[in-house]
């Protein structure tokens, strides 16, 4: 697979993490019964699941760029985005085993840490230039 491929599949991995944890976070916290706390953390919730789609607005832009003449910073971006994700797919996963969270989210956490591992994949794979000939 090429670094364009691996991006793409990582990007739409990640979005359907971003959309099942955003889809269980919000219910939860509807379901939520204390006004004061829920009022907070729903501040809280919206604060984090703003930042994380400005950060899958960038996957998708680096994905975009992933090819053109200036694409080794947004293959950087990915490899550091993917990084920090599957750090933090692997603590849902063990923590969603340990405490014995729904099948959503279970879900959300290993589809996160697959798409991260593209994102690494992305960046390791070089770019091969084919050079054409008419001789």
């Known amino acids: 697979m090429t ?24 219910s939860f916290n509807l379901d939520s019964a204390d006004a004061v706390v829920s009022s907070a953390f ?11 789609l400005i950060l899958h607005v960038l ?3 680096a994905y975009v760029m992933i090819g053109k003449t200036s694409d080794k910073g947004w293959k ?10 599957i750090v933090g797919a692997v603590f849902g996963v063990f923590g969603g085993l340990m405490l014995g969270a729904g099948g959503a989210d279970l ?16 960046f390791a794979i070089k ?7 008419n001789s």
Request: aromatic share 12%; glycine share 10%; proline share 0%.
């Open 3 to 26: 670094s364009k491929q691996n991006a793409l599949v990582g990007n739409i991995l990640t979005t359907i993490s971003f959309l099942i944890t955003a889809y269980t976070t919000l």
């Open 42 to 52: 729903t501040v809280g919730v919206f604060i984090g699941l703003g930042f994380n």
């Open 59 to 61: 996957t998708w832009i």
């Open 76 to 85: 950087i971006f990915l490899l550091v985005i993917g990084i920090i994700w």
């Open 107 to 122: 879900l959300g956490s290993l589809s996160q840490l697959a798409g991260s591992i593209f994102f690494i994949l992305a």
């Open 127 to 133: 770019s091969k230039d084919i050079a054409i000939s």
